[in-house]
Each structure stands twice: as structure tokens, then as C-alpha cells.
């Protein structure tokens, strides 16, 4: 079968009309993370009307929804590492009743006898989205700077003990909505940062620090652009983006001139 890949577009969780169309919450939001940005790291900023969605018109997914599934990208992310289905399903899936929860195109990855390469190692960056997701259910203090890998043995950390305890999903709570929509606004202007740098040739700093960079490198394809890609597709599926399914998370179209 053919598993679909991730888009990687930046989101446009955004309304553009005038500066009077926004809320005091979205503004005051933009202003906090413009200057975090700005301030503390140099991040190149966005000129033009940009906010994400206000608070009062998100509702999130449910937190056993987003508890099931840390479950199943752990599942499809160890799947991406080689180990086989049989082993996956005695020691996983059927344990955890993870594979009701399963995406299509997740158990068409599991089902495949040999899977793709290139699709398996794609799948194997999921574990950034879990990250993204084990964060929001308030197991990580703070979502560290996305200019490295996520912390795998505390994520098994995380994962390992939960399996056996049924309360990880049946009193999984989510942080408060405030909260993710900060982190969907950072990384929305990471993002656009990226994304404009491609468009218009330049470097930008491996660490995301253009204030104290510790190497230049292209914008793409590299390991921060993979990094900022699932937590954005993590992120859009937390607030409902398009009310969309795990498979069809996306992000529109971006113009040519490298605007959202």
C-alpha cells in the first residue's frame, strides 16, 4: 500500500484581514512572542497582519484522545526503529489497545511486511510529535527549543510505566489552551522564518539563535526544519485545524512570496 508523507508547508492558522479583526488576546499574544523571538534569539519576524486562532475559538481535542495517541506514535515510531509486527503487536498493541486508535495510514505502516525505508524512517520522527503531545498532557515542564532532538529514554520514561497504568489515559488532562496556542504561535513564526530564508536563498542558524548562531547551514532539509514540521502538525491537530483527522493534518498552500 502507499502511506501518505508529511506536508511540509508552514500552517495558516491565521486570520489577515486588519488589525481591528483581532482580539485583545490574539495581540497581546503576538506582541509576547514577537519580542521573545526577536529579543531573545533575533529571529527574523514576520512584517504583515499575522495571528493565530483566539483562545475562545479553540476547543481542543479530547485528553484521552491525545493519551491514545502518544500510544500509537510510540507504536508507529518503534515500528519505523525495525522492530517487527509480531513483536509490536505481543508486546503493544494488543496490551494497550492502541490499534482501534491507529490511524489508516498508520496501520497500513504496521501492516506492511517490509516496509519502506524512506517511510520508515520518516515515521521514526513521530516521535517529535510525541513529544509535542506528552508536553501538552503536562508530563514535560517546558517544550525545550527545538534545535535538537527530543529526549527518547524520557520519553520511554514517560511511555514504559503508562502502559500497565490505566489512569495515563483515563485522567490524562490537557494544559490550559493559553498555553498551546503560545507554543502553536512560536512555532507558526519559526516556521515562516524557515520557510521565507528557502524562498529567498539564505541560511539560517542551526540552533534557531540568529543573535549567537552556532553554524549557518541551508533552511532545508535539515534536522530543525524536521523538528518544527511535526511539532507544527502536532500542534494543528491539538487545536483541530480544519477539524481534520490525524492523516489530513496539513498546512495551506504558501505563496510564492514566502508569506503564510
Not at 511540509?8 to 523571538?37: C, F, G, H, M, Y
Amino acid at each position: 500500500c502507499v502511506c501518505g508523507n508529511l506536508v511540509d508547508v508552514p500552517n495558516k492558522t491565521v486570520e489577515r484581514d486588519t488589525a481591528e479583526a483581532a482580539t485583545s488576546t490574539q495581540t497581546d499574544r503576538v506582541k509576547r512572542i514577537n519580542s521573545l523571538l526577536k529579543d531573545q534569539r533575533g529571529v527574523p519576524i514576520y512584517a504583515g497582519l499575522l495571528w493565530g486562532p483566539d483562545d475562545n475559538s479553540v476547543v481542543l481535542r479530547e485528553p484521552q484522545e491525545v493519551a491514545r495517541r502518544v500510544f500509537v506514535l510510540w507504536a508507529v515510531s518503534i515500528r519505523g526503529e525495525g522492530v517487527s509486527k509480531a513483536e509490536l503487536w505481543n508486546d503493544f498493541l494488543d496490551r494497550e489497545m492502541v490499534w482501534p486508535y491507529a490511524s489508516p495510514e498508520e496501520r497500513c505502516f504496521i501492516n506492511e511486511p517490509r516496509p519502506d525505508p524512506d517511510e520508515a524512517q520518516s515515521l521514526v520522527w513521530r516521535l517529535e510529535s510525541m513529544w509535542v503531545l506528552v508536553w501538552a498532557l503536562g508530563h514535560l515542564d517546558k517544550l525545550p527549543w527545538p534545535d535538537a532532538m527530543c529526549d527518547v529514554p524520557q520519553l520511554l520514561e514517560i511511555v514504559a510505566p503508562a502502559r500497565d497504568d490505566p489512569s495515563f489515559v483515563q485522567q490524562a488532562q490537557l494544559r490550559p489552551v493559553r498555553e498551546i496556542l503560545d507554543e502553536l504561535e512560536m512555532t507558526t513564526r519559526l516556521h515562516w522564518a524557515m520557510r521565507d530564508a528557502y524562498l529567498n536563498q539564505r541560511q539560517i542558524p542551526a540552533n534557531l539563535d540568529w543573535k549567537n548562531p552556532s553554524e549557518w547551514i541551508a533552511p532545508a532539509p535539515n534536522m530543525v526544519g524536521r523538528l518544527i514540521e511535526e511539532r507544527h502538525y502536532a500542534l494543528n491537530w491539538l487545536i483541530r485545524f480544519g477539524d481534520a483527522d490525524w492523516d489530513d493534518v496539513e498546512y495551506p498552500p504558501t505563496p510564492d512570496d514566502g508569506e503564510l
